[in-house]
């Protein structure tokens, strides 16, 4: 025999699976189900990588994009929001060229455009690309800097070689 608590549990839960019937059944229950099931395809689908890409004359100058240095032209970062961006470009024996570059989006990241793109199964790739060209500097090479430098390139290959060789240990 149940004990009137246990009776009232069953009622709690058979009234539960009628009210969720009944809410799938109505017209607003059937819109709602459908958007959320649009919503979790479009997690699914249609996506787009946004990448920075930098070269300079001559390769080999260090970047550093909003003062955080980021590598070695040439030189390929994903970014995530749009806007302007400070771009300091230094090599040894060559003067430091700083400038702003200005991020856009293309046409297919603008509203309502955006959410279109997001329904198609296609991954699109925004990619901006910056030449810079470097000028040789004029007088003595500062040995200090050169020795910086150098530190730099050092500890830039070894990054990367600890990326390229994760398993590898010093």
């Known amino acids: 025999m149940r004990t ?4 009232s549990e069953c009622m709690i839960i058979n009234y539960s699976v009628v009210l969720i019937r009944l809410f799938v059944a109505t017209l607003t229950g059937r819109i709602i189900c459908g958007l959320v099931i649009v919503g979790s395809l479009c997690l699914l ?3 787009a990588e946004h990448r920075i890409i930098i070269t300079s ?4 100058a260090n970047v ?3 003062s955080k240095e980021r590598g070695l032209t040439p030189l390929s970062v994903p970014f995530t ?3 302007n961006r400070e771009v300091a470009i230094e090599r040894e024996g060559y003067q430091t060229h700083k400038s ?3 991020v856009k989006p293309p046409i297919f ?23 810079f060209i470097l000028e040789k500097q004029k007088g003595k090479t500062d040995i200090k800097k050169a020795l910086e430098r150098m530190e730099r390139l050092k500890e830039h290959l070894e990054e990367r070689i600890k990326e390229e060789n994760p398993t590898t240990t010093r």
């Open 4 to 7: 009137p608590l246990e009776s």
């Open 64 to 66: 550093s994009i909003d």
């Open 45 to 47: 689908i249609g996506c």
């Open 100 to 102: 702003i570059i200005s």
């Open 57 to 60: 004359e001559p390769p080999g």
């Open 81 to 83: 929001f749009y806007g």
């Open 109 to 131: 990241q603008v509203f309502p455009f955006d959410i279109l793109m997001l329904l198609i199964p296609y991954p699109f790739i925004d990619t901006h690309t910056y030449y």
